[in-house]
């Protein structure tokens, strides 16, 4: 792969995700990327497994992006509670319910990872999970109550985010905090290394270069 004045002559990477957290993870490692969200049926199928809930829409995520010489990441985080998996909540009472549920006690949470190249003879695929387990104070109804009239909790999975008002909330974490956030980016460095890529030769050459743009689909 060459470089031209330290910037990439290679594949675009394309985000194929609306997600906030997601685009400022990446752009904290400072690469250089574009964003292209999918919309997609997120909804869990009967008897699906939260590992192959999150390989899924990983894969469908990524499919539904992407041109050819692009490189496609694409991601689905859940919260897993006996089995059972929470992802955004529906509503202010919803992110109660789960919160309610999960104080005091110790989830996983799990993130699927796909990476496809697209080229003009096909694609390739690299998908990968990452697990982390997450263990939340004993909280009461008020706190929980504040927390949520926050706002926080409406477009996370499990209804708290690590990074922001939900950290307070944390007791302890084993595995990748930045899976916790959305995106474990140990896996992501992985995945472009198994495509053929150093993820390292895809950042900006400045970092007052923009970060990201976003582009409709191809």
Known sequence: ???RQGRLAGPVVVLASSSPRRRELLSAIGL?????PTAIDESVRDHEAPEE?????ALDKARAAGAAGELVLAADTVVVLDGLIYGKPADAEDAIRMLGRLQGRE??????????????DGERVAYGMAASAVRLRPLGAEEIAWYVATGEPADKAGAYALQGIGGLFVDAIQGSSSNVIGLPLGLVYELFSELGHDLRDFRREQESDPAVDTLPPP
């Open 32 to 36: 250089a990327f574009v964003v292209r």
């Open 107 to 120: 989830h996983q949470v799990l993130t699927g990872v796909a990476l496809r190249a697209v080229g003009e």
């Open 1 to 3: 792969m060459t470089q």
């Open 53 to 57: 809930h999150v390989r899924r829409l």
